[in-house]
T-cell receptor
Framework: DGGITQSPKYLFRKEGQNVTLSCEQNLNHDAMYWYRQDPGQGLRLIYY???????QKGDIAEGYSVSREKKESFPLTVTSAQKNPTAFYLC??????????FGPGTRLTVL | KQEVTQIPAALSVPEGENLVLNCSFTDSAIYNLQWFRQDPGKGLTSLLL?????REQTSGRLNASLDKSSGRSTLYIAASQPGDSATYLCAVVTQGGSEKLVFGKGTKLTVNP
């Protein structure tokens, strides 16, 4: 059953806490992406990776970190430096310049 | 900097109507354009991808056109159904060094039975 998965579906964070969102794909895609979606703002790119062990900042990378140690996995850490982390986070993957396939999303709420 | 605009922001139509969603982008140097569908609280589902060399793509009741020189794309939905109710997002990949998608804010479509 091929696809892209994200976990958890819902995540709650206390002030000053780091949390990590999981993204896994078994589509054999080289590229992976993290987006943030806020009401009325559309999707904004946080980080992307075009190959294992390499990644680049997107438009709103401050307060976030990523790693790409395996082709299948691209976890996103929301650090305490991110002042307004409450949002819907979406992960995607693709072949080079191909269709981007999205996971089901993780909704993060700060308590 | 590439900017993508979608008009209208919301649209409500009766079942069976044919409709057109609009997308415009400021930088015509694109690799491709994608249309997505998003249901409330869910991820995005890819509907159609149009390469920069193509003029249109069709899938079932959906037809997307691309006029790169004028920076416009339209998504045509034929014989709309209540199940088509969702937010439709347009996104482009701009030429010049990365494969980043730049998204519009979407059109929220409601098809009334």
């Amino acid at each position: 059953d091929g696809g892209i998965t994200q976990s958890p579906k819902y995540l709650f964070r206390k002030e000053g806490q780091n949390v990590t969102l999981s993204c896994e794909q078994n589509l054999n895609h080289d590229a992976m992406y993290w987006y943030r979606q806020d009401p009325g703002q559309g999707l904004r790119l946080i980080y992307y990776s075009q190959i294992v062990n390499d990644f680049q900042k997107g438009d709103i990378a401050e307060g976030y970190s990523v790693s790409r140690e395996k082709k299948e996995s691209f976890p996103l850490t929301v650090t305490s430096a991110q002042k307004n982390p409450t949002a819907f986070y979406l992960c995607a993957s693709s072949i080079t310049l191909g269709t981007q396939y999205f996971g089901p999303g993780t909704r993060l709420t700060v308590l | 900097k590439q900017e993508v605009t979608q008009i209208p922001a919301a649209l409500s139509v009766p079942e069976g109507e044919n409709l057109v969603l609009n997308c415009s982008f400021t930088d015509s140097a694109i690799y491709n354009l994608q249309w997505f569908r998003q249901d409330p609280g869910k991820g995005l589902t890819s509907l159609l991808l149009i390469q920069s060399s193509q003029r249109e793509q069709t899938s079932g009741r959906l037809n997307a056109s691309l006029d790169k020189s004028s920076g416009r794309s339209t998504l045509y939905i034929a014989a709309s159904q209540p199940g088509d109710s969702a937010t439709y997002l347009c996104a482009v990949v701009t030429q010049g060094g990365s494969e980043k998608l730049v998204f519009g804010k979407g059109t929220k479509l409601t098809v009334n039975p």
